[in-house]
């Protein structure tokens, strides 16, 4: 059955959609290479769950392409309009994999991983500007479904690249501990402690034991006085 011929709004969400495809190609690959590298278990764990995460956008952008009339199976290499397709996008996976073993082949592991994030937060930042033009396009030209597709995945994105960030933190202190010895790294800040009377729990504020003076008793002598005098 011959493809249908497609106007210019949807050839060009087709082409843009195509993009994204061949970039979770890549990424696919580059995950799955990045997963068989890592020892630490916590993030080996975390990217196995974006490898999943990973082929299911993918999954959903190639059949956004086909509700759109465009090109799907092999076919579907063609629909970036450009060398990157899926099997350009994962020859070239191939290549940073080889070179990703080849240097851990001569890098502690710790370092390797470091490495690792900051090539996948790399790349998923360009993911996110890739989904949010995409998002931007699909509102532009109406198509809310590709819109609201754009905007989910690019959700799964920021989700992954906020993990990322705060992971590279702990693989650069991972690198510290593994390659500067401890009088060369900045010792942690010693917080001060309170005295005791600080701390104590406040006590509700004594009442004055002073008492007011008392007046002199009056006489009987000087209440007749008084009397008297009034009248």
Same mark, same amino acid.
């Given at each position: ?13 087709? +082409? ?10 890549? &990424?696919? *690959? ?7 590298? /890592? ?12 490898? $999943?995460? /990973? ?11 086909? $509700? ?13 309009? @450009?060398?990157?397709?899926? !099997?350009?996008? $994962?020859? !070239? ?5 080889? =070179? %990703? ?24 930042? =360009?993911?996110?500007? &890739?989904?949010?033009?995409?998002? *931007?396009?699909?509102?532009? =030209?109406? %198509?809310? %479904? ?26 650069? $202190? %991972? =690198?510290?501990?593994?390659? !500067? ?9 010693? /917080? ?13 504020? +004594?009442?004055?034991? +002073?008492?007011?003076? +008392? @007046? ?5 002598? /000087? ?9």
């Amino acid at each position: 059955m011959p493809e249908q011929t497609l106007n210019e709004r949807d050839t060009t969400l087709v +082409r843009w959609l195509g993009e994204a495809h061949a970039k979770e190609a890549e &990424l696919e *690959a580059d995950l799955t290479a990045h997963i068989a590298l /890592t020892q630490k278990q916590a993030y080996k764990k975390r990217l196995q769950q974006h490898l $999943k995460e /990973t082929r299911d956008h993918k999954r959903r952008v190639a059949s956004r392409i086909k $509700k759109l009339g465009g090109p799907t199976g092999q076919n579907l290499i063609a629909a970036t309009g @450009s060398a990157m397709g899926e !099997v350009a996008g $994962k020859t !070239v996976a191939a290549v940073k994999g080889q =070179v %990703d073993l080849a240097r851990a082949l001569v890098t502690e592991q710790a370092e390797t991983h470091l490495r690792n994030a900051q090539e996948e937060l790399r790349e998923e930042h =360009v993911e996110i500007a &890739l989904y949010s033009r995409l998002e *931007a396009l699909a509102e532009e =030209v109406g %198509d809310r %479904d590709t819109a609201q597709l754009a905007r989910s995945i690019r959700r799964d994105e920021e989700r992954m690249a906020k993990y990322l960030a705060a992971e590279l933190t702990r693989l650069v $202190k %991972d =690198v510290v501990r593994d390659e !500067v010895p401890r009088d060369q790294r900045a010792q942690p800040r010693r /917080t001060r402690r309170r005295s005791t009377s600080r701390c104590s729990s406040p006590t509700t504020p +004594r009442r004055s034991t +002073r008492t007011r003076p +008392r @007046s002199p008793p009056t006489s009987s002598a /000087t209440r007749a006085t008084r009397g008297s005098t009034s009248s």
